[in-house]
């Protein structure tokens, strides 16, 4: 019988433990003799700041058979319904960017172009997010729930959504959801590596105890304890395009009583942005500035002066956004913070975390003596193009009006990269299209046009006159697409008007445990 492989992930939290289970799962469903261990300290706490996902995170619990009504009672999870801007493209303007997508309810006439509802709302002068379900219910602060006769709840559309949560929790959750992965309660004191090919061979534990290993997922955040420090992983920085280099997280209690955001809120500041991310009990808050305008002290005076309220600091956080030259190198694979790290404006981190794992196992999980260099070199490849489209799409958030600060004039100025400058020049010729993102990952590209137009809409970037010339071609669309976007807002604004408030749907979602 064969020697049965070891993958041993170092790091819990929400990205070890979701790497874990997708491995797992995948060893399971291929028939490979292994086995799954994951290294998580007790001894090393777990700072919960309050993060958000996208709809990924909910299909994640929908593959591992997982009640998410359970998961929200047990980690104090809310809804998150999409983003709301705030003071971005100028101060006192706001906009909503709903992560429902109305193209997939509509069937579309034969040979219609993607997006033709967005540039048809575009040519119309009419609002974006109106004919997202999703629109009416951030307004209202709404979930996508009613109640039926007999007070049972009813989903309303079919579109999936994401969550909010503190993320120490949920690695704990999952971590208790986890089956057949071994939990090691202990710390990586050494590596022993092969003389030879540099892969790691065993884990040295403070605990006294080596444990053999054949495939290492580096899940230690930060520090990036073995891809970094082992394998000599490079980093690409974006810190040029991404200016932001310092978080200051702190909490916002939710008072009794109170309704819950059912987004999360990016709220633009003289040297930065503050995060709001709703839990049951608390809003996980926190600005991520530039030290380069502005010091820790000036930073936490700023907040203050925004919310009217005193905050407690509870960390002062140094970051370079960038990702690693090569997430894989040997039998090493890093995943979250390890891999990379881009603020969290789009909820990019834990997303990431997914669709590589979903990668790395479905196309590249064999018994470890059996992956070629082929194979990192393409899965480097893939994910390094990930998070370059991640950055573009965070970056282009940066193409305001606003020139009040230093912070804001600089940005306008000279931090906008060439790609973003690209797109949207393309976008001056043609309306944004899926087939303009490149393919990725999956066959797939994963930023794709419907996740733009909302940015691009509520920064004023999209051109009007170019919309209506484009509609104007095809009369016989244009009128499938008017009648499309009317019937969507008819139906969204009554569904709304059922759906119940977040809170409420929070209390009666508790009450089921």
Same mark, same amino acid.
């Given at each position: +019988?064969?020697r049965?492989?070891?993958?041993v992930?170092?790091g819990g939290?929400?990205?070890g433990?979701?790497?874990? +289970?997708?491995?797992?799962?995948?060893?399971r469903r291929?028939g490979l003799?292994?086995r799954?261990?994951v290294?998580e300290?007790? /001894?090393i706490?777990?700072?919960?700041v309050?993060?958000?996902?996208?709809?990924a995170?909910?299909l994640?619990?929908?593959?591992?058979?997982?009640?998410?009504?359970?998961?929200?009672? *047990?980690?104090g999870?809310?809804?998150?319904?999409?983003?709301r801007?705030?003071d971005?493209?100028?101060k006192?303007?706001s906009?909503d960017?709903?992560?429902?997508d109305?193209?997939?309810?509509?069937?579309?006439?034969?040979g219609?172009? =993607?997006?033709?509802?967005?540039v048809y709302a575009?040519?119309?002068?009419?609002s974006?997010t109106?004919?997202h379900?999703?629109?009416?219910?951030?307004?209202?602060?709404?979930?996508?729930f009613?109640?039926?006769? #007999?007070?049972?709840?009813?989903?309303?559309?079919?579109?999936?959504? &994401?969550?909010?949560?503190d993320q120490?929790?949920v690695g704990?959750?999952?971590?208790?959801? =986890?089956v057949?992965?071994?939990?090691?309660?202990?710390?990586?004191a050494?590596v022993v590596?092969?003389? !030879?090919s540099?892969?790691?061979?065993?884990?040295a534990?403070?605990?006294?105890?080596?444990? !053999?290993?054949?495939?290492v997922? #580096?899940a230690?955040g930060?520090r990036?304890?073995?891809?970094?420090?082992?394998? &000599?992983?490079?980093? /690409?920085?974006?810190a040029? *395009?991404?200016?932001?280099?310092?978080?200051?997280p702190?909490?916002?209690d939710i008072?009794?009583g #109170? *309704?819950?955001?059912?987004?999360?809120?990016a709220?633009? !500041?003289d =040297?930065?942005?503050?995060?709001?991310? $709703?839990?049951?009990?608390r809003y996980g808050?926190g600005?991520?500035y530039?030290d380069?305008?502005?010091t820790?002290?000036?930073a936490?005076?700023?907040?203050?002066?925004?919310l009217?309220?005193?905050?407690?600091?509870?960390a002062?956080?140094?970051?370079?956004i %960038?990702?690693?030259d090569?997430?894989?190198?040997?039998?090493v694979l890093?995943?979250?913070?390890?891999?990379s790290?881009?603020?969290?404006?789009?909820s990019?981190?834990i997303h990431?975390?997914?669709?590589? +794992?979903?990668?790395?196992?479905?196309?590249?999980?064999?018994? $470890? &003596?059996?992956?070629?260099?082929?194979?990192r070199?393409?899965? @480097?490849?893939?994910v %390094?193009? !990930?998070?370059?489209?991640?950055?573009?799409?965070? @970056?282009?958030?940066?193409?305001?009006?606003?020139?009040?600060? $230093?912070?804001?004039?600089?940005v306008?100025a000279?931090?906008i990269?060439?790609e973003a400058r690209?797109?949207l020049?393309?976008?001056q010729?043609?309306m944004?299209?899926?087939?303009?993102f490149?393919? @990725?990952?999956?066959?797939?590209p994963?930023?794709? =046009?419907q996740l733009?137009?909302?940015?691009l809409?509520g920064? %004023?970037l999209?051109?009007?006159?170019?919309?209506?010339?484009?509609?104007?071609?095809?009369p016989?669309?244009?009128?499938f697409?008017?009648q499309a976007? #009317?019937?969507?807002?008819?139906e969204?604004r009554?569904a709304?008007?059922?759906a119940?408030?977040?809170?409420?749907f929070?209390?009666?979602?508790?009450?089921?445990?």
């Amino acid at each position: +019988m064969d020697r049965q492989s070891h993958f041993v992930v170092v790091g819990g939290g929400t990205a070890g433990w979701i790497a874990a +289970m997708i491995i797992q799962d995948a060893v399971r469903r291929k028939g490979l003799n292994a086995r799954v261990s994951v290294i998580e300290p007790s /001894t090393i706490p777990t700072v919960g700041v309050g993060e958000g996902t996208t709809a990924a995170f909910r299909l994640l619990l929908k593959h591992f058979g997982i009640d998410e009504f359970e998961f929200i009672r *047990e980690t104090g999870a809310t809804i998150k319904l999409g983003i709301r801007h705030q003071d971005w493209r100028r101060k006192g303007h706001s906009y909503d960017g709903p992560i429902d997508d109305p193209h997939q309810v509509i069937r579309a006439p034969a040979g219609a172009p =993607s997006d033709y509802l967005n540039v048809y709302a575009t040519a119309a002068g009419r609002s974006l997010t109106d004919m997202h379900l999703f629109g009416p219910l951030l307004t209202q602060t709404k979930a996508p729930f009613a109640r039926k006769a #007999d007070g049972s709840l009813i989903a309303l559309g079919p579109f999936h959504y &994401g969550y909010h949560f503190d993320q120490a929790l949920v690695g704990r959750f999952l971590a208790r959801k =986890s089956v057949g992965v071994k939990i090691i309660d202990a710390v990586v004191a050494g590596v022993v590596r092969d003389a !030879q090919s540099g892969n790691v061979t065993a884990l040295a534990l403070n605990n006294g105890e080596t444990l !053999q290993t054949d495939f290492v997922i #580096d899940a230690t955040g930060f520090r990036k304890q073995l891809i970094v420090k082992e394998m &000599g992983a490079a980093w /690409t920085s974006y810190a040029h *395009e991404l200016p932001v280099n310092r978080a200051m997280p702190f909490w916002i209690d939710i008072k009794p009583g #109170d *309704e819950i955001a059912n987004y999360t809120r990016a709220w633009a !500041q003289d =040297s930065g942005w503050m995060w709001q991310t $709703p839990t049951q009990t608390r809003y996980g808050c926190g600005y991520v500035y530039s030290d380069e305008f502005a010091t820790p002290e000036q930073a936490k005076a700023e907040v203050e002066a925004s919310l009217g309220h005193a905050i407690e600091v509870r960390a002062d956080i140094r970051f370079d956004i %960038g990702r690693l030259d090569k997430a894989w190198m040997g039998n090493v694979l890093a995943v979250g913070l390890s891999s990379s790290f881009l603020e969290p404006l789009e909820s990019t981190s834990i997303h990431g975390t997914i669709v590589q +794992m979903m990668l790395f196992a479905d196309r590249y999980l064999k018994v $470890p &003596g059996a992956i070629s260099d082929a194979d990192r070199d393409d899965y @480097n490849a893939r994910v %390094g193009r !990930q998070v370059d489209d991640f950055r573009t799409f965070v @970056n282009m958030h940066y193409m305001v009006e606003r020139d009040d600060t $230093p912070f804001w004039r600089e940005v306008r100025a000279n931090r906008i990269h060439p790609e973003a400058r690209e797109r949207l020049a393309l976008w001056q010729t043609q309306m944004p299209r899926h087939g303009h993102f490149e393919e @990725n990952l999956f066959g797939l590209p994963h930023i794709q =046009s419907q996740l733009y137009y909302p940015v691009l809409a509520g920064l %004023g970037l999209l051109d009007q006159d170019l919309a209506r010339r484009e509609m104007e071609a095809d009369p016989k669309l244009r009128q499938f697409a008017r009648q499309a976007y #009317d019937g969507l807002v008819k139906e969204y604004r009554a569904a709304a008007g059922q759906a119940l408030g977040h809170a409420e749907f929070l209390d009666i979602v508790r009450g089921m445990g």
